[in-house]
């Protein structure tokens, strides 16, 4: 059941006490506390057994909040907040001179999202009546896991260490936001996610290049960006249709237990072998990959085939998860 205004006015009382709410957004479930409040934050950090010198997103009831939280308002960040938030889209400013420590591990940089998800806008929108600012918020997972997109995989992950977890159900997009830095001459992507490249690209006006940031002690502390993350236990391998059923019979011979993800599966799978899901297109892809993932896991399999989808619109976001759930590293570093 979707949470009655009660439920919010809970959260935010529960926000403003200093405790930590779990609140979905249309990405991923995000686990929430006060931005104002450093302590609050550095138990986001603990419950998710995450480093404390990783910035974490504040997340904003609209975009004229902008200007509370950024010293200043490149116009690419004001464009961008003006026509995709509410969505998902994270912009990273130069913060304003009251952003804890805390929330922009040590950066001068904040990033920033109004999320597009009627649970999560009627949280922010009564926390930000009652006179607070924004919710800090990683998503609702244990650190270099798979990001939840339900209620229930919030629970699983996180437990009793978590005040209060609102359920409005399965997240539309399913992976995280994009997140487009906003502080150079020239903006980039940091993390590819539910809002295309092309679209963004589009309203700029310019190509926007895709930043790679790898994950090496003293680099950029984008956990996000880390080439190791979002990954299940099983081995996940990422394939084309033509040698899909080649790379499965080998795993099986092997004796290992093999699942397989994929739009348009070939006919000739093996026998044997676990369909986990065959997405309708990249969108229904995007929107359930970490539930297979994690049903991977819970079905005890040891490897997941899964076919790369074409790397354009969200598409390209797919494929950059399963390519960090396979750790499979660009560039040979
Ligand atoms: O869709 C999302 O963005 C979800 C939902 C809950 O909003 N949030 C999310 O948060 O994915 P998290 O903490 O799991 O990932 C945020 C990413 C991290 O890689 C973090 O390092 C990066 O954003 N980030 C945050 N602030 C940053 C900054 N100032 N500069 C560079 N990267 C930043
Ligand atoms: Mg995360």
């Known amino acids: 059941m979707s949470p009655s205004p009660a439920d919010i006015r809970r959260a935010v009382a529960v926000l403003r006490a200093g405790g930590l709410v779990a609140f979905p957004t249309e990405t991923v479930y995000g686990l929430g506390a006060d931005a104002s409040q450093p302590a609050a ?11 404390a010198d990783h910035p974490v997103i504040v997340h904003l009831a609209d975009a004229e909040a902008l200007g509370e939280w950024a010293a200043e308002v490149p116009p690419a960040a004001a464009l961008l907040a003006a026509r995709c938030w509410p969505g998902p889209l994270t912009v990273i400013v130069r913060r304003a001179a009251g952003v804890p420590d805390e929330v922009t591990g040590g950066l001068e940089t904040v990033g920033l999202r109004v999320p597009d998800q009627p649970v999560a806008l009627a949280l922010l929108r009564e926390f930000a009546e009652q006179g607070a ?140 072998v676990a369909v986990l899901a065959e997405p309708v297109d990249d969108a229904d892809y995007a929107r359930h990959l970490y539930r297979h993932l994690r049903a991977a896991d819970a079905a005890g399999l040891d490897t997941v085939l899964a076919i790369v989808p074409d790397q354009v619109g969200i598409g390209a976001a797919v494929a950059d998860r399963l390519r960090r759930a396979a750790h499979v590293v660009e560039g040979g570093t």
């Open 133 to 272: 600012g924004g919710i800090a918020a990683p998503s609702a997972n244990r650190f270099g896991r798979v990001s939840p997109t339900t209620a229930a995989d919030v629970r699983a992950d996180l437990g009793d260490a978590v005040d209060l977890v609102l359920d409005g159900g399965a997240c539309r997009v399913g992976v995280e936001s994009t997140i487009v830095d906003c502080t150079r001459a020239e903006p980039a992507i940091l993390r590819l996610g539910g809002l295309a490249r092309e679209r963004i690209e589009e309203l700029l006006g310019q190509p926007v290049p895709v930043r790679r940031v790898e994950g090496g002690a003293g680099d950029v502390r984008a956990p996000g960006t880390l080439v190791s993350h979002y990954a299940p236990d099983a081995r996940v391998v990422m394939v084309d249709a033509a040698s899909l059923a080649r790379a499965a019979d080998e795993a099986l011979g092997r004796g290992l237990r093999v699942g397989v993800i994929g739009e348009k599966l070939p006919h000739d799978l093996p026998v044997g």
């Open 41 to 51: 934050v550095q138990r986001v950090f603990a419950v998710k057994g995450r480093p």
